[in-house]
């Protein structure tokens, strides 16, 4: 059993930086993939970026050269580094995690309850 809890959303304005957290519980964490999905109003869940137990990561063509995914296994966490932020990015973002490596957000088994981001033109 894995829980998951986000942290480090907020309201910021175009070009800025913002860095979301994800603590896991559970003494597996360093065995599954994890991975952060966006949600906007009235829009589909998409994927990200994920991070594989051994350090591979993927990043989403919209966002890739802006955010970076990383891990410490040690503190249980995965992190979300956000910079040059546009208003399109504005949603609810989740972290998950699974024992596969996909960008399916229907195969995640484990979800954290999600921190928005909202950010200004």
């Known amino acids: 059993q894995v829980h998951l809890v986000e942290s480090g959303g907020g309201l910021v304005q175009a070009g800025d930086s913002l860095r979301l957290s994800c603590t896991a519980s559970g003494r597996t964490f360093s065995s599954y993939t994890m991975a952060w999905f966006r949600q906007a109003p009235g829009k589909e869940r998409e994927f990200v970026a994920y991070?594989?137990?051994?350090?591979?990561?993927y990043e989403a063509n919209s966002v890739k050269g802006r955010f970076t995914i990383s891990r410490d296994n040690s503190a249980n966490t995965v992190s979300l580094q956000m910079n040059s932020l546009k208003p399109e990015d504005t949603a609810v973002y989740y972290c998950a995690a699974d024992q596969k490596t996909t960008t399916d957000s229907t195969r995640y088994y484990y979800w954290g309850q999600g921190t928005q981001v909202t950010v200004s033109s």
């Open positions: 991070i594989t137990r051994s350090r591979v990561t």
